[in-house]
């Protein structure tokens, strides 16, 4: 049973250039979630995919978009990348909750992001 | 911001019991305590949660004050496989996001 996976492994792009990562999710899961690390730093929440919709969203600007595709896998993009995006990308998934219930988030080996 | 508490760093013998302790003095009681970990170059990885009563897994142990404002992860015999960063997280059930802080980074020694 494969877990979660994501590519690329990393990643290298220019100031103001565009990127997309991409998640594929654990099998039998149903919602994505993504984050981002930068060095040193816990994980910040970007947003989560549920049913093709975003459902949540962290304090990220719209240049950050998903997309979640009828078989759960996910893309992350972009848009007008700025050096402070330099980071590790990781994406979670998990199955859609229980009401009341949290159900644990599997992550990814991320996607290492680097911005010159 | 994280709800939660934790000292930066540690250090512990091979083979010693590791002790990790969280502060959430504000969590409220619909609230569940996580742990989840992250090995160098690698996504986090869940450990263990409790909401009240203590809790055990073939990973560790999860003990949990009365009062639920502390808890601490037990690794009972710490190899040079757990020297990661640990990460306490208070979730309520219902909520979608992990809230994470800065974690411990535990290394463990020969």
């Known amino acids: 049973d494969a877990g979660v996976t994501q590519s690329p492994t990393h990643l290298i792009k220019t100031r103001g250039q565009q990127v997309t990562l991409r998640c594929s999710p654990k099998?039998?899961?149903?919602?994505v979630s993504w984050y981002q690390q930068a060095l040193g730093q816990g994980p910040q929440f970007i947003f989560q995919?549920?049913?093709?919709?975003?459902?949540q969203r962290g304090n990220f600007p719209d240049r950050f978009s998903g997309h979640q595709f009828p078989n759960y896998s996910s893309e992350l993009n972009v848009n007008a990348l700025l050096l402070g995006d330099s980071a590790l990308y990781l994406c979670?998934?998990?199955?859609?909750?229980?009401?009341?219930?949290?159900?644990?988030?599997?992550f990814g080996p991320g996607t290492r992001l680097t911005v010159l | 911001d994280a709800k939660t508490t934790q000292p930066p760093s540690m250090d512990c013998a091979e083979g010693r019991a590791a002790n990790l302790p969280c502060n959430h003095s504000?969590?409220?009681?619909?609230?569940?305590v996580y742990w989840y970990r992250q090995i160098h170059s690698q996504g986090p990885q869940y450990i263990i949660h409790?909401?009240?009563n203590n809790e055990t897994n073939e990973m560790a142990s999860l003990i949990i004050t009365e009062d639920r404002k502390s808890s601490t992860l037990i690794l009972p015999h710490a190899t040079l496989r757990d020297t990661a960063v640990y990460y306490c997280?208070?979730?309520?059930?219902?909520?979608?996001?992990?809230?994470f802080g800065k974690g411990t980074k535990l290394s463990v020694k020969p």
């Open positions: 979670a998934s998990s199955l859609e909750r229980r009401a009341g219930i949290y159900n644990e988030q599997f």
């Open positions: 099998s039998g899961h149903d919602t």
């Open positions: 995919y549920y049913e093709e919709e975003e459902r």
């Open positions: 504000t969590i409220s009681g619909n609230e569940y």
């Open positions: 409790g909401l009240k």
């Open positions: 997280i208070v979730i309520r059930g219902s909520q979608g996001n992990l809230i």
